[in-house]
């Protein structure tokens, strides 16, 4: 069972930068899909980001060019750099891991991924 924590929330202003990390421990996450989800008050989770084992990464439209996801396997560590932060980017970001290895078959549904961080809370003001 792998365990994930997330870290480097906050609060900033619209268009700062903030990097969130997503700490694995328990098993290495090597041969798996991670994401990024995040869920607004009153809304569902979304999809922000995925990166595959492979190093192929998808984005959801909403933060294509502004957001990056990346990986350190060795360090199992998955990271998310934000830039350009709108007002609407709020909400609590969670780090989730795929559960199948070397698959990313419903890479954007959150029902594809049975491993969880807690989530951190990314607040931007306008």
């Known amino acids: 069972q792998v365990q994930l924590v997330e870290s480097g929330g906050g609060l900033v202003q619209a268009g700062d930068s903030l990097r969130l990390s997503c700490a694995a421990s328990?098993?290495?996450?090597?041969?798996?899909?991670m994401a990024w989800f995040r869920q607004a008050p009153g809304k569902d989770r979304e999809f922000v980001a995925a990166i595959v084992w492979s190093g192929v990464t998808y984005y959801a439209d909403s933060v294509k060019g502004r957001f990056t996801i990346s990986r350190d396997s060795a360090k199992n560590i998955m990271s998310l750099q934000m830039s350009s932060l709108k007002p609407e980017d709020t909400a609590v970001y969670y780090c989730?891991?795929?559960?199948?290895?070397?698959?990313?078959?419903?890479?954007?549904?959150?029902?594809?991924?049975?491993?969880w961080g807690q989530g951190t809370q990314v607040t931007v003001s306008s």
């Open positions: 328990g098993r290495t996450f090597g041969s798996y899909t």
């Open positions: 989730a891991k795929h559960g199948a290895t070397y698959s990313s078959v419903n890479y954007g549904f959150y029902g594809a991924y049975n491993s």
